[in-house]
């Protein structure tokens, strides 16, 4: 199955229910969507992606949030906590700073557990739900953990997360607690953790909510029809670019997916579709590596170190997906330091906007190609942040000012203010 935006809609297979069907992106193989639990193809392994035999226009969608989008998604509802719906805010001196015709943020962290994985979750565990399975189970750096603890809970299933110990932020790991989730502290990374959860998963243990699986991704995608309606209600076209924070790539998917899906309905010029654009920190950046070098493969990379821990990932699953949403869009990937990602989680801050250092990682990322000219005066830019300044509040804090010990007076007070 050809990932171009010229890529026609495809027949609808036998084995499709209720015009739902999943499709390998490798090979073609199709597969029933419900019947039973899969992640990627039978024959030859390669990821899925959801498809269907009808695809709305934006006059298909009414209500508010990610079920707003229920034409686009495999089901009219999932198990919900009224997610989605998330600000597209102005930032005006940002905007003048970077020196863009407009900039706007779109801020994930103000979802139910603040981050954007909840969008994937009301789908997934509906999900599962319908494939009537008893325990869920995600490999996490915080986020996915958090929303999968909520959801798993919400829908009355059993929550099994793996974090890699020691380098998940304290706010993530009360979350999947509070709701209930057995936390595995994992002595490896990410992608190690990852590697447990597939096994598990493949022995029939628990149902895996990581971005391998192509039903979160659909809630994802939300995300990028989103950005569109906001951007054509306020200057009457979409985005000429969406810059993003790249951790397993599966935002960046998912969006392009949301875009092609536009393109086949009508609904979407191909020349109107946004640049993809992907970041990283220098730490953990192979998707950014395969862009430089024109890879169609990304590479591993075994030891990756960030303060930015949301995207603290050196196997990014979704890169097949991901790498061509980049490069048909005419976007690109950038690796920026971490430096960089703190002074832009101030930048944002100093607008109002809080958010954890991965999420700030979109606007470092615009920054450095705004110097180097790859993105121009005239372009309007979406950046999206996936986390609430509350998920790692020590980043937070090491980021901002530090507490002023004063006097218990008015007077001492007032005089330590004037100095």
């Given at each position: 199955m050809s990932l171009s935006l010229s890529a026609t809609q495809p027949e609808v297979p036998a084995d499709a229910d209720e015009g739902v069907w999943l499709e390998c992106i490798e090979c073609g193989e199709t597969f029933a969507p419900f019947a039973d639990v899969r992640y990627t193809c039978d024959d030859c392994d390669g990821?899925?992606?959801?498809?269907?035999?009808?695809?709305?226009?934006?006059?298909?969608?009414?209500?508010e949030g990610v079920w707003r989008y229920?034409?686009?998604?495999?089901?009219?509802?999932?198990?919900?906590?009224?997610?989605?719906?998330?600000?597209?805010?102005?930032?005006?001196r940002l905007e003048d700073d970077v020196s863009v015709e407009a900039l706007r943020i779109k801020h994930e962290g103000m979802n139910p557990t603040g981050s954007f994985k909840d969008r994937g979750m009301t789908v997934g565990v509906r999900v599962a739900s319908e494939l009537?399975?008893?325990?869920?189970?995600?490999?996490?750096?915080?986020?996915?953990?958090?929303?999968?603890?909520?959801?798993?809970?919400?829908?009355g299933m059993e929550t099994l997360v793996l974090l890699p110990a020691g380098k998940v932020a304290a706010g993530k790991i009360a979350q999947?607690?509070?709701?209930?989730?057995?936390?595995?502290?994992v002595d490896g990374n990410f992608d190690a953790c990852l590697d447990i959860v597939q096994e598990l998963a493949g022995q029939g243990e628990a149902y895996l909510l990581n971005s391998l699986n192509p039903f979160r991704l659909e809630g994802q995608k939300t995300i990028g029809l989103e950005i569109l309606e906001g951007f054509l209600a306020d200057y009457d076209t979409v985005p000429d670019r969406i810059v993003l924070p790249?951790?397993?790539?599966?935002?960046?998917?998912?969006?392009?997916?949301?875009?092609?899906?536009?393109?086949?309905?009508?609904?979407?010029?191909?020349?109107?579709?946004?640049?993809?654009?992907?970041?990283?920190?220098?730490g953990a950046a192979p998707m950014v590596e395969a862009i430089e070098n024109g890879a169609d493969e990304v590479r591993r990379w075994d030891d990756v170190e960030t303060r930015a821990t949301a995207i603290r990932i050196g196997n990014p699953v979704n890169a097949p997906k991901a790498l061509p949403g980049i490069r048909e869009t005419d976007g690109t990937a950038v690796s920026v330091s971490d430096e960089r990602i703190t002074e832009a989680q101030r930048d944002?801050?100093?607008?109002?906007?809080?958010?954890?250092?991965?999420?700030?990682?979109?606007?470092?990322g615009l920054r450095k190609l705004r110097a180097e000219g790859i993105v121009t005066r005239d372009e309007r830019v979406a950046c999206l942040t996936t986390g609430h300044l509350l998920k790692d509040p020590d980043a937070a804090a090491a980021a901002g000012r530090d507490p002023e010990p004063v006097p218990a007076d008015t007077e001492g007070v007032l005089e330590h203010i004037r100095e």
């Open positions: 990821l899925l992606e959801v498809r269907y035999a009808d695809l709305p226009t934006f006059d298909d969608f009414e209500g229920a034409d686009a998604l495999p089901f009219d509802e999932g198990v919900s906590i009224q997610e989605g719906a998330t600000p597209l805010y102005e930032v005006p009537g399975v008893g325990r869920l189970a995600c490999a996490s750096t915080g986020n996915t953990s958090a929303a999968l603890a909520a959801y798993g809970s919400r829908g999947a607690s509070l709701h209930g989730a057995r936390i595995l502290e790249v951790g397993n790539a599966g935002n960046t998917s998912a969006l392009y997916k949301a875009f092609r899906e536009l393109v086949q309905a009508g609904a979407l010029d191909e020349s109107d579709v946004p640049k993809l654009t992907g970041v990283q920190a220098e944002l801050a100093r607008e109002g906007i809080g958010v954890e250092p991965a999420s700030a990682a979109s606007v470092a």
